[in-house]
């Protein structure tokens, strides 16, 4: 199985500021089956990003980025509405996993 | 624009089976790889499995034993079966489709607490 480590747990920043958040595979992950999902509190996790590609509707201030194993997503400029958990999730090799989570708050 | 709505119990008492359905709308039922995924508290999103409108599917091994889940194409629905549930089953389960090009899942329902407990 391949396990996603997301980092930081926690991002504590201003609106305005860039937002840089890591998701690390434990094996090797086709950057094309790496999707990034944002959840606001008592709702369902919303695509983002899936390889470095944006979702429809998604804003251009998210973008994301692979290197080997490692995953980037980054919001060049937090708004109001960004503050939520970010989740990384791989679906190239079953079982289909999802990174613990990012936080992103409002400092 | 497609649209998922689960349904079924809140509460499923420990040995029994959970079952939960999602209702499609708005989309055709052949055009994703449709996933139940479920959300313990405090805990990451974990995959429960896949079907496609053809029937075939694909389970997380960690739940395989126990899970079944399975289609309706006139109903315009897909289900998930978990039997022989413990409170670690407890969580809220969503719904979900990765469409046929792999462009992540781009469509979620609301979510569904199901809580198990005698």
């Known amino acids: 199985e391949i396990v996603l480590t997301q980092s930081p747990g926690t991002l504590s920043l201003s609106p305005g500021e860039r937002a840089t958040l890591s998701c690390r595979a434990s094996?090797?992950?086709?950057?094309?089956?790496l999707a990034w999902y944002q959840q606001r509190p008592g709702q369902a996790p919303r695509l983002l990003i899936y390889?470095?590609s944006r979702a429809t509707g998604i804003p251009d201030r998210f973008s994301g980025s692979a290197s080997g194993t490692n995953f980037t997503l980054t919001i060049s400029r937090l708004e109001p509405e960004d503050f939520a958990v970010y989740f990384c999730?791989?679906?190239?090799?079953?079982?289909?996993?999802f990174g613990q989570g990012t936080k992103v708050e409002i400092k | 624009q497609v649209q998922l709505q689960e349904s079924g119990p809140g509460l499923v008492k420990p040995s029994e089976t959970l079952s939960l359905t999602c209702t499609v709308s708005g989309g055709s039922i052949t055009s994703y790889y449709w996933n139940w995924i479920r959300q313990p508290p405090g805990k990451r999103l974990e995959w429960i499995g896949f079907?496609?409108?053809?029937?075939?599917?694909d389970y997380n091994p960690s739940l395989k034993s126990r899970v079944t889940i399975s289609v309706d194409t006139f109903k315009n629905q897909f289900s998930l079966k978990l039997n022989s549930v413990t409170a670690a089953d407890t969580a809220v389960y969503y719904c979900?489709?990765?469409?046929?090009?792999?462009?992540?899942?781009?469509?979620w329902g609301q979510g569904t607490t199901v809580t198990v407990s005698s």
């Open positions: 094996q090797s992950v086709s950057s094309s089956y």
């Open positions: 979900a489709g990765l469409g046929l090009r792999k462009y992540g899942m781009d469509v």
């Open positions: 079907i496609y409108y053809s029937g075939s599917t």
């Open positions: 390889g470095t």
């Open positions: 999730q791989q679906y190239g090799r079953s079982p289909w996993t």
